[in-house]
């Protein structure tokens, strides 16, 4: 028990580790895989979580991003279109969820160079709080991946955040803001980018957890399809066959909501 601890916390300062010096890490790596064999240990949490971040995303700037979220996005012309589409889905209805998005960047930029997103979400006001933490998407053919890690905080203090940036770096209980710390100097502080709304409607239809996205700017609504599913291909097919027999009209997203909400467009 004792060596596992050990062990444990030695991977978890690796983790941190690896993003600046990518070989150090390497030989640290095969020295404790070894010192796992020769201790004959099973993983532990510990053990199990270091595991995840190796086969994890790194992005452009070097931060460790522990999963990807691959998903199909379907972008629906109009808002007539969005409603056919949403009476077809009817049957499977399971909610709607209000989401409240809020974004930020280093003071000098410090994120977007390295093309990471760190949003804040809140659902339904003040149900559910959750930060994410996402690298590069690259959306092809309706179909986008990207690195990305989340995790649930406390509501009222992600409302803090909102009103001073600069407080989360002097929060210690998030690992993805840790995380973020360890990669990133934030010399200046934390800014905000400001943010929009998103009304989710949740479908259980298939198997698969559909959402059709109204996503309201100061500019003017988008209406989207969106479905996180490890088949997209599959889901896609079913989906573009299913919209055209119905005639309800339908592209493949270009564009994700953040850089649409960037760039001020609707495309
Ligand atoms: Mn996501
Ligand atoms: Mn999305
Ligand atoms: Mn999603």
Not at 196 to 215: A, C, H, K, M, P
Request: aromatic letters at 8%; one cysteine or more.
């Amino acid at each position: 028990m004792r060596i596992s601890l050990v062990l444990g916390k030695k991977i978890g300062g690796r983790s941190l580790r690896v993003c600046r010096q990518p070989l150090q890490e390497k030989l640290f790596s095969s020295t404790c895989s070894s010192q796992i064999k020769e201790h004959g240990l099973v993983r532990t949490g510990h053990l199990a979580m270091a595991k995840e971040n190796e086969v994890g995303n790194e992005t452009e700037g070097g931060l460790q991003i522990k999963g990807e979220e691959v998903e199909v996005k379907l972008r629906i012309p109009d808002s007539a279109s969005f409603a056919a589409a949403k009476s077809l889905f009817l049957p499977s209805f399971k909610n709607v969820l209000n989401q409240e998005n809020h974004f930020f960047d280093g003071s000098n930029e410090e994120l977007s160079s390295q093309k990471v997103v760190l949003r804040i979400r809140f659902y339904n006001s003040d149900q559910k709080a959750i930060i994410t933490c996402k690298g590069k998407q690259v959306l092809k053919d309706g179909i986008g991946r990207a690195p990305e890690e989340e995790e649930e905080i406390d509501v009222q203090i992600a409302r803090s955040f909102v009103q001073d940036p600069d407080a989360m770096l002097l929060y210690d209980d998030s690992n993805l803001i840790r995380k973020l710390k360890g990669e990133f100097e934030f010399k200046d502080g934390l800014k905000y980018l400001g943010g929009f709304d998103n009304q989710r409607s949740v479908y259980e239809w298939r198997g698969y957890s559909l959402e059709l996205d109204l996503t309201s700017y100061p500019w003017g609504c988008l209406h989207e399809i969106e479905c996180e599913t490890n088949k997209p291909e599959d889901l896609k097919q079913i989906l573009e066959k299913l919209l055209a027999e119905q005639c309800i009209p339908f592209s493949d997203a270009k564009k994700s909501k953040f850089a649409n909400f960037k760039d001020q467009t609707l495309e």
